[in-house]
């Protein structure tokens, strides 16, 4: 039987409500509306839209896919982690990203005889290279000048967006983002509860969860230094005379050793991201207080290596060369020149694929400013959040 477009769309939510709950609680609180401008299916975060022409022509079964690739589209904040990207791109990358996850659950949720309640229109953009990739990790192999291929469609495009359509603030954005979160948990606890939360979203709840981890707060366990701090009279603490009128010690920092911070300076790291990595930098400097701090700019070689002794501030990093990511010249550089190195961070964007084979004999701390990514295969991972 064939349906009007509109009763195709409430029956794919309803499918979804039944078989496959997590993508079905996430449509119910997000309204699904027909929109003439969109000529697929498009996604604000808040809103599903859908265009008639493109509903008429797709099965039911097709309607429920695309409906769930909406749903990864928002449950992966795609709207959110675009930045300065070029928008066509990022919007192939999207889909690139999220069609395998729809062809999965569509394997998960088939009936007991075999029929599967969801497909893809043919056309969807698949590329088996791509599998298991974030859509920044996409955007990065993507050539600037791709062009769709004959019959393909995209899912339309949409930035995060206040009702009135305008752009959000940073705090306003913040704040989206942060209800979406909670939409996204009570969904995800919900599916759990009947067992039938897929695996790729749980995937996507974990790498919720760890982003809520301070990752100063990991460097300083993970690295806390090679002696603890003390305390002295020699110098009485000011603020607390200032404060009170009280006499107390202050803090005598041991310091931590010789440290190396590397910083990955490829054409795929943004500006922002830098600014963060020289903010993380000085709070290492300012907090563990290193005998030294050596900083290593790389991006497919070294670029620069500039060292700071204790409680000098990085004012700033070179970002000079732009080029591709590599991450071994800066382990060769520290053993051809035999530099003290008593702890390693490494901050990255982890679009690495040149690992050293040998895990060096230094703890190494992995500051990833891409917080959907996978950890490193050694050293100790952790999440800077750069969208704010």
């Not at 809103?47 to 079964?61: I, L, P, Q």
């Not at 993507?142 to 899912?155: F, H, Q, T």
């Not at 996507?204 to 990752?215: F, H, L, Y």
């Amino acid at each position: 039987m064939e349906y009007k477009p509109k009763l195709k769309v409430s029956r794919g939510t309803t499918r979804l409500v039944v078989n496959s709950p997590f993508f079905g609680s996430m449509l119910l609180t997000m309204p699904v509306v027909e929109d003439a401008d969109t000529p697929t299916m498009a996604t604000d975060a808040s809103k599903v839209y859908w265009g008639e022409a493109f509903v008429e022509r797709c099965t039911e079964e097709e309607v429920t896919g695309v409906l769930v690739h909406e749903v990864i589209h928002v449950t992966n904040k795609h709207m959110f982690r675009r930045g300065d990207r070029d928008m066509d791109r990022w919007n192939y990358s999207c889909d690139f990203a999220a069609n395998p996850i729809v062809l999965s659950i569509a394997e998960q949720t088939k009936t007991k005889s075999g029929k599967a309640i969801m497909a893809l229109p043919e056309g969807a953009l698949y590329d088996e290279q791509y599998l298991g990739m974030s859509a920044e990790a996409i955007y990065n192999r993507l050539p600037e000048d791709y062009e769709l291929p004959e019959g393909a469609w995209v899912s339309g495009y949409m930035d995060a967006r206040n009702e009135d359509g305008s752009k959000p603030s940073p705090s306003e954005e913040a704040a989206m983002e942060a209800n979406l979160s909670a939409k996204i948990m009570m969904a995800a606890n919900s599916a759990k509860s009947v067992g039938k939360l897929p695996a790729e979203i749980k995937s996507v709840i974990d790498r919720m969860q760890r982003n809520q981890i301070r990752w100063e707060d990991s460097v300083q366990r993970f690295m806390g230094g090679d002696e603890r701090d003390d305390r002295s009279m020699a110098k009485p603490s000011r603020k607390i005379w200032g404060m009170t009128g009280m006499i107390m010690p202050s803090v005598v920092k041991k310091g931590a050793g010789h440290w190396v911070l590397a910083v990955d300076s490829s054409a795929s790291v943004s500006d922002r991201e830098i600014e963060y990595y020289i903010g993380g930098i000085n709070a290492i400097s300012n907090d563990l207080s290193p005998k030294s701090i050596t900083v290593i700019t790389c991006d497919a070689r070294i670029q620069q290596v500039q060292t700071y002794e204790q409680g000098e501030e990085v004012t700033s990093v070179s970002a000079h060369g732009r080029g591709g990511t590599r991450v071994s010249p800066v382990f060769d550089y520290i053993a051809e020149k035999d530099l003290p190195c008593d702890n390693m961070v490494y901050f990255t964007d982890m679009d690495i694929y040149d690992y050293p084979d040998a895990k060096p004999d230094y703890p190494v701390m992995w500051v990833s400013s891409w917080v959907d990514g996978d950890p490193a295969p050694w050293g100790e991972t952790v999440y800077l959040n750069t969208r704010g």
